[in-house]
Structures are given as structure tokens and as C-alpha cells.
């Protein structure tokens, strides 16, 4: 029977949760049918029946074959409602015009999870082929992975269901990748250092399943302790914006060029660019990210440790060449080394000749042997004040590297593993033995220094983010004043609003304004400006013809009384008329001036994750250095703070010689924006100038 005829009930199961509990059967199933298997070993179909029969799965295993009995010696079934038993989980690999008869035909067995090999979807343009597809998941509430996927492995159910190598190690990381060549590339790098897996996912075109939903099922996982993820890029950024994050989860985002904002018109847009957002985005989120392989995984194996307790770390080396490398990288990575040389040396002095370094880094020498690095490593994770230990390793012909790997495995074993340790070993083929055998034992190793106190600096940011506080994020209302100006604007046809109007709605916002006014008179503007006292005045041109306002004579700073107000409001108007004669001129923009720190805060639409608010120095500084964060909208004040926080010149904003800046006016300055964000295109505020009295929005633009 076809399952338009079948008596099953459709259930509409669209919602992701359904899909995440169903995502049990795809990992844990009690029977899994293999639709495509082949006798054949250049096929797909029998390189995954071999992986799973000769990874040891335990539940029942059924080739769906239409010509065979039987394959690789189990029975066959010519359709899967031939099995004799239900299916939890169905691997399908059939010509690309066959798989969604077959997925129907999991609608009529009950079948709760799948994932789909076969290519020739939207990869190839397919896309309404692939949506189909989709349909009939959420139709039935069937986990679908794929398709275009290599398949995956889970080692705790001995489950291998791809076309990958065989004999991963079990770990507690799992690994998921967009990317099916890099994920087996990888796969085969992880299994020659033998660095332990939980699972390995690939993704394909993500047509059902993604990152959102696999994360959030592992984040209940007790055999998973750490997420990582390899990433081209994300279709649904908004709903990707809402994953509940519960475990270490780290991202390694290929795709890192701007091309796309090269022609945006803004500072904010072109400041932007797709990896900046989403930068922003695992920022916000609480992931990690990593810019190579290597580091990506050497963080996923340090966070599969304890916690530590404290800041301080202790450095265990017997090369004063790689200790002081070791300790410039824990300065850059913000890493703090345990100080108190009379403690160190009463502590540390007896697990070395007289002619070692009691001094953190702990330098037991070459002449230490396998005894001294025994010794120090002992004292190392034994000692309280100790919260961390890093233990390095200079290849040497008197002492085999293989040794001090037995030798920091055993005394990390007998205190249970009781702080993170991580292990970096530089030298031949038996240091890479040496490797090998402590990851194997589930102690993080590595051949460069930067990657293990990487790994190290990635377990104590993950020890910030998992006890910040719960946050409360409002989508703020938009205020009747803001969004009554903007109307006018488009009804009358333009797709900027002038400074005075951009002033109004940022103010009705919230944004903390210098005194200001617009006018279309002299007399008027001395008016304005002995009104309200604001000199001395900044005076700029307003038309909506002209955009560069200082190319026309359209700028005239430090106005200090009603006399040069005068004369310097008739100077201009003839300066623009003669520069820009075809202008309609408006009138002026009135400005008080204002002295501090220049910042820019901007918004621009991303189109994977919407609205994106920027921050970072402004003037020279935004052109120059171009060291701006961004934050997806919406988010709380202490995302706001943060934000504030990442860029590079963080210095300055605390007081660096003289300057300063207000703080918390920035921070309602991000949070204002917010509320238009929905109804605009772009907002620069540049400059934003911040003292320690305040912060104020002196230039304003608004594109609708």
C-alpha cells in the first residue's frame, strides 16, 4: 500500500522539539534498514551496511534490497514494509528520484528518524525536490538528516551509519560538519591521534535537521560533554539565534570574507561583513569559536575536562625556550600564571636538579628525566593553589617522550583527575607516539604550544559563560513619535531621513543627544542657540540633495555667539548656493560641541540574522583600525556591556591617558537603537561622543 493509501494518521510535526526527541531513535535505535544496500563494494549501499555490521551495532539490522536475499550474510528485504519487526531508524540510499517514495514508505512503518545519502538536491538546484522532502518529515514528524550527507557515527550504541572509516575512538566531542569531505578528512585526523569521539554528524543540505536541533539534542546527551561544530553557513539565523546552549559548544566558521559589504553605503554596513555577524552571533550565544582545525579540536578535548577551580596556572617544562613561548601565549590569551616565587620555590625545589627554574615556568631541565617531570606534576596537581597545569615537553635523546606521557597520565589518575591538564609535546615520531597514548587516555596533547593553552583559555572562557546569570531579553516597542517620522519620510518618497529628522526619532528612542535644533533662518538659529545656550554651536548644512556636506562648505564648527551665528550662517548658505547651486538647501542643523572619546554605533539588516547592532571607536579610529563588535537584535543589557567590551581598544574607554568614557550611556545608546531596528535599513551614529559625563549621538544617519 502507498502511503497516500496507508490508514497511518498524518501528525503534522513541524515543531522542532518533536524533532529533537526523535532524534533518539536516529542514536539509539533497536533496528536500523539500510534502503540502497549492495552487494557491491564500490557502492554506497554496502560501504554502509559494512560499517554497521562491522562496528559491532547490537540491535537489528535490515538490508532493503528489491533483488536480494541476502547481503553481507543478513537476510534482505525487497521494501521496508517487508521488515518483519519496526524500524526505528532507515539509512536511505536509492537513486535521487527514488527517495521520497521510500521516505513515504517510512511514514507507513512509523519510522522516526532518517538520514538521506543520496545527492541531487538543492546542491545541484533542486530545490523543490528537497522541500518535498521536508514536507514529508514534518509531515510525520520524521528526524531527517540530509540530504547529501556522508551519514554518522555515534559510539556509544555502536552504531555506524555512514560511508566513512571505520574503528572511531570513543570520546566524549561530538562533531558535526556541513562539510562531508572535511568531516571524513577529519574523522581519519581524529582516529590517527586517537582522540576520542561521541558522535560524528554530517549535515548535508540540512534541509530538516541542522545545528539548532542536534545541539540542543546532545545538550542532554550524559555521553556528550562537548559540541563542535564545523560551519559554511546558517539558513535560518534568526531561529539559529534561539538554540539553548547547555554544553561547551565550538564553532569552526569557514567563509570569513566581506565581499558582500564592499559596496554597502554605510560605515556600519560596510564595517560588517557576514563573519563579523556571525561572530556576533556565537558570541551572543555562549559558543566558542576556533580558527583552525586543530584548535577546534584541542579546545573540544580540554573542555571534556574538570573545571577549574581558580585563575592560577602552573607551567611544567624541561626547555626555557618553550616555557617562555608558553607564557607569552598565556599573556596574549589572558591566561594567569601562579606568582610567588618563595612559595614556588619551597614547593617545586626538590623535583629537580640544582640548576633548574623554580620560577613559573617550573624547568626540571633535560637532566630532570622521567623522575623530575613525575615529581613536579605530582606536587602540581596535588596543590591547591594550583588550578591548572600545563606540562611541556622539548624532545631529547636521554629521555623518551613516551615515558613522561606514562608518567603525567599515572599522576593525573591518582588524584582523579582533579583540575585540567593539558600536554604539549615538540619533536619527532616518538613524541607523536606520546601524543597518541595521552589522548587516548582522555588528556588533551598537542604538537604547538598555542594550540594547548588555546585549549586551556577555551575551559576558563566557558567557566564565564556557563555562570552568567539568566538573562531577560525584551523586544522593545517602538516609540509612536520615531515611527511617525519615518512614515512621513516615505510617504513623501525618500528613502533618507535629514539629520534634524534622524535626531528626532533616535531621540524619542532613548539615544542621549548634545543640545541641538534646526533652522531655516539666521535670526532663527541665534534664536535656537541662545534658547537653549548651546554654544559653542556646530552649524551644517541640511538638503536632501547634497550627502557630502564639508565638500560644499556645508560644515562650519566652534560657532561661540550670536554674532559669528550670523555671519557664519550667511557665509555658508552663499558658499553651498555657488558649490551646489541645483540644491534645494533646507535650512542648517545647530549642534553643540562636544569634547571626549569618538565612538560609532550603527545598525544594519544582515540577511541570514536580520537586524545587527555595531559599536566601536569612531572618527579616524573607524576607518582605520576598524575595531567594531556587533550583537543580533534583540539583546539584554549585559549583552549590551559585553558587546562593549570585545573591541580591542577597550583600553581607552577605561581612562587610558585621559580619556574616558561613560559607560553606561553607551550601553542605553545600543539598547535604544533597538527599538527602530525592525522599521530602518541602516542607522550611523558617528560620531558618538563619550565622556565621563556622558555620551552623546553628535551625527546621526537614517536610511529607510
Not at 582516529?191 to 545541539?215: C, F, P, R, T
Not at 583527575?417 to 606520546?434: I, Y
Amino acid at each position: 500500500m502507498s502511503a497516500e493509501g496507508s490508514s497511518i494518521e498524518a501528525v503534522c510535526v513541524a515543531d522542532p522539539r518533536v524533532k529533537v526527541q526523535n532524534l533518539k531513535k536516529v542514536f539509539n535505535p533497536k533496528s536500523v534498514a539500510i534502503v540502497g544496500a549492495s552487494s557491491e563494494p564500490g557502492k554506497v549501499g554496502y560501504q554502509v551496511l559494512n560499517n554497521v555490521i562491522k562496528n559491532g551495532f547490537k540491535g537489528k539490522i535490515y538490508p532493503i534490497n528489491k533483488k536480494a536475499r541476502e547481503i553481507l550474510g543478513v537476510p534482505s528485504f525487497p521494501s521496508l514494509l517487508d521488515c518483519p519487526t519496526d524500524v526505528d531508524f532507515v539509512v536511505i540510499a536509492v537513486p535521487a528520484p527514488m527517495v521520497e517514495g521510500v521516505l513515504k514508505e517510512c511514514a507507513q512503518k512509523n519510522v522516526k528518524g532518517a538520514v538521506i545519502i543520496t545527492s541531487g538536491f538543492s546542491e545541484i538546484g533542486k530545490k523543490k525536490e528537497e522541500q518535498a522532502l521536508k514536507d514529508v518529515a514534518d509531515q510525520y514528524g520524521i528526524a531527517l538528516l540530509g540530504p547529501n550527507t556522508f551519514g554518522f557515527v555515534y559510539t556509544p550504541s555502536n552504531l555506524n551509519a555512514s560511508f566513512g572509516p571505520q574503528n572511531v575512538s570513543p570520546g566524549k566531542v561530538a562533531f558535526i560538519s556541513q562539510s562531508g569531505a572535511l568531516g571524513i578528512s577529519l574523522m581519519g585526523w581524529t582516529m590517527m591521534e586517537k582522540i576520542g569521539l561521541a558522535s560524528v554528524v554530517s549535515l548535508g543540505n540540512k534541509a530538516d535537521i541542522g545545528e539548532k536541533e542536534l545541539i540542543e539534542y546532545f545538550n542532554d546527551d550524559p555521553n556528550v560533554s562537548v559540541i563542535l561544530i564545523y560551519m559554511e553557513g546558517i539558513k535560518e539565523g534568526r531561529q539559529f539565534m534561539t538554540t539553548k546552549i547547555k554544553k561547551p559548544v565550538v564553532i569552526l566558521k569557514s567563509g570569513t570574507s566581506s565581499k558582500g559589504a564592499q559596496a554597502a553605503a554605510s560605515h556600519t554596513g560596510s564595517l560588517a561583513g557576514s563573519d563579523k555577524i556571525y561572530t556576533a552571533a556565537f558570541n551572543q550565544l555562549g559558543m566558542m569559536r576556533a580558527r583552525t582545525f586543530t584548535q577546534a579540536f584541542g579546545a573540544a578535548c580540554a573542555l571534556s575536562m574538570p573545571a577549574p577551580k581558580g585563575p592560577d596556572s602552573l607551567i611544567i617544562t624541561n626547555g626555557g625556550g618553550i616555557g617562555v613561548s608558553a607564557t607569552d601565549e598565556c599573556e596574549n590569551s589572558g591566561i594567569k600564571l601562579l606568582d610567588d616565587p618563595a612559595w614556588l620555590e619551597g614547593k617545586f625545589r626538590p623535583t629537580m636538579p640544582e640548576f633548574g627554574s623554580t620560577k613559573n615556568p617550573i624547568d626540571v631541565t633535560g637532566g630532570g628525566g622521567r623522575e623530575g617531570y613525575q615529581k613536579a606534576v605530582r606536587v602540581a596537581l596535588n596543590e591547591e593553589r594550583i588550578h591548572s597545569v600545563i606540562v611541556l615537553y622539548c624532545e631529547t635523546a636521554v629521555l623518551d617522550p613516551v615515558e613522561v606521557a606514562k608518567a603525567v597520565i599515572d599522576e593525573y589518575n591518582a588524584v582523579k583527575r582533579n583540575k585540567p591538564l593539558v600536554v604539549t609535546m615538540v619533536g619527532g615520531e616518538r613524541s607523536r607516539q606520546a601524543i597518541q597514548i595521552l589522548n587516548e587516555n582522555q588528556i588533551p596533547a598537542m604538537t604547538e604550544v598555542r594550540e594547548a593553552v588555546s585549549g586551556l583559555k577555551a575551559l576558563y572562557t566557558w567557566q564565564e559563560i556557563s555562570s552568567r546569570s539568566k538573562e531577560k531579553v525584551v523586544t522593545q516597542e517602538a516609540p509612536v513619535k520615531a515611527l511617525a517620522v519615518i512614515d512621513r519620510v516615505r510617504q513623501e518618497g525618500r528613502t533618507f531621513l535629514l539629520e534634524h529628522e534622524s535626531r528626532e526619532v533616535l531621540e524619542a528612542c532613548g539615544v542621549p543627544m548634545p543640545k541641538w535644533g534646526f533652522a531655516t533662518t539666521a535670526d532663527e538659529a541665534v534664536k535656537v542657540a541662545e534658547k537653549t545656550q548651546m554654544y559653542p554651536v556646530a552649524m551644517k548644512i541640511a538638503s536632501v540633495d547634497i550627502i557630502h556636506k564639508s565638500d560644499v562648505g556645508g560644515v562650519i564648527l566652534n560657532i561661540k555667539n550670536a554674532e559669528e551665528m550670523q555671519a557664519k550662517f550667511n557665509q555658508m548658505m552663499e558658499t553651498v548656493k555657488k558649490n551646489a547651486p541645483n540644491a534645494n538647501l533646507l535650512g542648517v542643523n545647530l549642534c553643540q560641541m562636544v569634547d571626549g572619546l569618538q565612538c560609532i554605533v550603527g545598525m544594519n539588516k544582515d540577511p541570514q540574522f536580520g537586524p545587527a547592532v555595531m559599536f566601536g571607536l569612531g572618527g579616524i579610529f573607524v576607518e582605520v583600525l576598524k575595531d567594531v563588535s556587533f550583537r543580533i537584535v534583540p539583546f539584554s543589557e549585559q549583552e549590551a556591556a559585553r558587546q562593549v567590551s570585545e573591541i580591542k581598544a577597550k583600553k581607552l574607554l577605561d581612562g587610558y591617558r585621559g580619556q574616558g568614557a561613560h559607560k553606561e550611556s553607551i550601553i542605553k545608546t545600543l539598547m535604544a537603537v533597538q527599538k527602530i531596528a525592525e522599521y530602518v535599513k541602516e542607522i550611523d551614529i558617528n560620531p558618538l561622543i563619550t565622556n565621563k559625563d556622558g555620551s552623546y549621538a553628535v551625527d546621526a544617519r537614517i536610511i529607510i
